[in-house]
């Protein structure tokens, strides 16, 4: 029996939206049935697009200036002979320019203009050629304008100059799922960028005019780990007593001590007369153990925890003043830091306080205290637009822990 097979384009209705370079093979077409344009990528991997014909005929009576209009319509001689060599004021260059059919022209104010004859204009439908053809105001317009901080997310937008790959955020996302990045209105996937500190590497740079969102998720004084209701069942297959390990799903036993309850055949257990639980990993059975044919289900009812937002940095050289966070100058004046080093055996806490000028970093350390002997100097510095916390170790292969809490500026 024949069967109807139907070829399906990667598409989009979302006005606006791009493919970026990462999601087109060359020779694949995607389309965005919003905007009425076909996308593909070309030889030097940027993406390209074609629009349908009532698109193109709107951007060009926008974009096109009056004196082309002019002289399309209106000029038109038979007597004069020669070759157009030149259209400087018409907003035409000879690149855009070819000449169809016939020879005659006019000079007009120094311009050679086409007499009998056709002249076509190539402004193409090609989304470079289009830009170039958007005037200095809109571009601007696009450009400017940036969107503070909003409770816990920040955004920043840039604009894309095919070369740039690196953006300096106004806050530092803890890691890469903490950011949102968005390319000419396509959500990348974090495999497509990395955050170091407050600047943001892309893998490869948007073409110029690309609008480049970026939202981060602020959590700085830490976040919340709640674990999640779980059941484990036990069904053994001689007598016992003690439970751990591996349940009949694969599951491993764990529990917060205190915070679970335990079944034997559908029946609950108490704590402390029919069960033990002390280890947060095993239950021990008092009084004689469950055999074949029986069930033993553990529900754990974990407790949240807060924890500290920790930024982890390994620092494998002895080198000095190694930047182990960092955070922007423009959003934020004041930093108190919590400072933990820690190399083998060896362990070294202490608290920093610092503020800034805008050039100048002035800080105090205070409640410094070590195991066995000091990791590390601390120290601060401005770098660009970035508040810079460096250690210098004392050891190499020492972990910096930094926990962070800014005021703004």
Same mark, same amino acid.
Do not use: C
């Given at each position: 029996?024949?069967?109807?097979?139907?070829?399906?384009?990667?598409?989009?209705?979302?006005?606006?939206?791009?493919?970026?370079?990462?999601?087109?093979?060359?020779?694949?077409?995607?389309?965005?049935?919003?905007?009425?344009?076909?996308?593909?990528?070309?030889?030097?991997?940027?993406?390209?697009?074609?629009? #349908?014909?009532?698109?193109?005929?709107?951007? &060009?009576?926008?974009?096109? *200036? !009056? $004196? %082309? +209009? @002019?002289? =399309? /319509?209106?000029?038109?001689?038979?007597?004069?002979?020669?070759?157009?060599?030149?259209?400087?004021?018409?907003?035409?260059?000879?690149?855009?320019?070819?000449?169809?059919?016939?020879?005659?022209?006019?000079?007009?104010?120094?311009?050679?203009?086409?007499?009998?004859?056709?002249?076509?204009? #190539?402004?193409?439908?090609?989304?470079?050629? &289009?830009?170039?053809?958007? *005037? !200095? $105001? %809109? +571009? @601007?317009? =696009? /450009?400017?304008?940036?969107?503070?901080?909003?409770?816990?997310?920040?955004?920043?937008?840039?604009?894309?100059?095919?070369?740039?790959?690196?953006?300096?955020?106004?806050?530092?996302?803890?890691?890469?799922?903490?950011?949102?990045?968005?390319?000419?209105?396509?959500?990348?996937?974090?495999?497509?960028?990395?955050?170091?500190?407050?600047?943001?590497?892309?893998?490869?740079?948007?073409?110029?005019?690309?609008?480049?969102?970026?939202?981060?998720?602020?959590?700085?004084?830490?976040?919340?780990?709640?674990?999640?209701?779980?059941?484990?069942?036990?069904?053994?297959?001689?007598?016992?007593?003690?439970?751990?390990?591996?349940?009949?799903?694969?599951?491993?036993?764990?529990?917060?001590?205190?915070?679970?309850?335990?079944?034997?055949?559908?029946?609950?257990?108490?704590?402390?007369?029919?069960?033990?639980?002390?280890?947060?990993?095993?239950?021990?059975?008092?009084?004689?153990?469950?055999?074949?044919?029986?069930?033993?289900?553990?529900?754990?009812?974990?407790?949240?925890?807060?924890?500290?937002?920790?930024?982890?940095?390994?620092?494998?050289?002895?080198?000095?003043?190694?930047?182990?966070?960092?955070?922007?100058?423009?959003?934020?004046?004041?930093?108190?830091?919590?400072?933990?080093?820690?190399?083998?055996?060896?362990?070294?806490?202490?608290?920093?306080?610092?503020?800034?000028?805008?050039?100048?970093?002035?800080?105090?350390?205070?409640?410094?205290?070590?195991?066995?002997?000091?990791?590390?100097?601390?120290?601060?510095?401005?770098?660009?637009?970035?508040?810079?916390?460096?250690?210098?170790?004392?050891?190499?292969?020492?972990?910096?822990?930094?926990?962070?809490?800014?005021?703004?500026?």
């Amino acid at each position: 029996m024949a069967t109807n097979t139907r070829l399906k384009l990667k598409k989009s209705s979302v006005v606006g939206r791009i493919p970026a370079a990462g999601d087109l093979e060359y020779g694949e077409i995607a389309i965005n049935y919003a905007d009425g344009k076909l996308y593909y990528k070309n030889s030097s991997n940027a993406v390209k697009a074609f629009g #349908d014909s009532a698109s193109t005929q709107t951007l &060009i009576t926008s974009f096109v *200036d !009056s $004196d %082309y +209009v @002019q002289l =399309r /319509q209106d000029y038109a001689w038979s007597s004069i002979t020669g070759t157009p060599t030149t259209r400087a004021g018409y907003g035409i260059t000879d690149a855009q320019a070819t000449l169809v059919s016939g020879t005659n022209i006019k000079t007009v104010n120094g311009n050679t203009i086409l007499g009998s004859g056709n002249l076509t204009i #190539d402004v193409g439908t090609d989304s470079a050629a &289009i830009i170039n053809l958007i *005037d !200095s $105001d %809109y +571009v @601007q317009a =696009r /450009q400017s304008g940036t969107i503070a901080d909003a409770n816990t997310v920040v955004l920043n937008e840039f604009t894309g100059d095919s070369s740039t790959t690196a953006f300096t955020l106004t806050k530092s996302p803890a890691t890469e799922h903490h950011a949102f990045v968005n390319v000419g209105g396509v959500t990348q996937n974090v495999g497509a960028y990395s955050i170091s500190g407050s600047t943001l590497t892309l893998s490869e740079a948007p073409e110029t005019n690309t609008e480049i969102e970026v939202r981060t998720l602020r959590l700085q004084t830490g976040e919340v780990t709640v674990r999640d209701y779980a059941t484990y069942t036990f069904q053994p297959g001689s007598t016992t007593t003690t439970f751990a390990d591996s349940d009949v799903n694969g599951a491993i036993l764990t529990y917060d001590v205190g915070k679970l309850d335990v079944y034997l055949n559908g029946a609950r257990l108490t704590n402390g007369l029919d069960y033990t639980a002390s280890n947060g990993s095993s239950v021990v059975l008092l009084g004689g153990g469950a055999g074949s044919g029986d069930t033993v289900s553990v529900s754990s009812f974990a407790a949240a925890v807060i924890n500290e937002d920790v930024n982890s940095t390994v620092l494998a050289t002895t080198a000095a003043n190694q930047a182990v966070d960092s955070f922007a100058k423009t959003t934020s004046r004041t930093a108190k830091y919590l400072v933990q080093m820690t190399q083998g055996t060896r362990y070294h806490s202490q608290e920093i306080l610092l503020i800034h000028n805008g050039s100048t970093v002035s800080m105090v350390e205070y409640a410094d205290i070590y195991t066995e002997s000091d990791l590390g100097t601390v120290d601060a510095s401005i770098s660009g637009n970035s508040v810079l916390l460096t250690v210098s170790p004392n050891y190499t292969n020492t972990t910096v822990k930094t926990n962070r809490t800014e005021v703004g500026v």
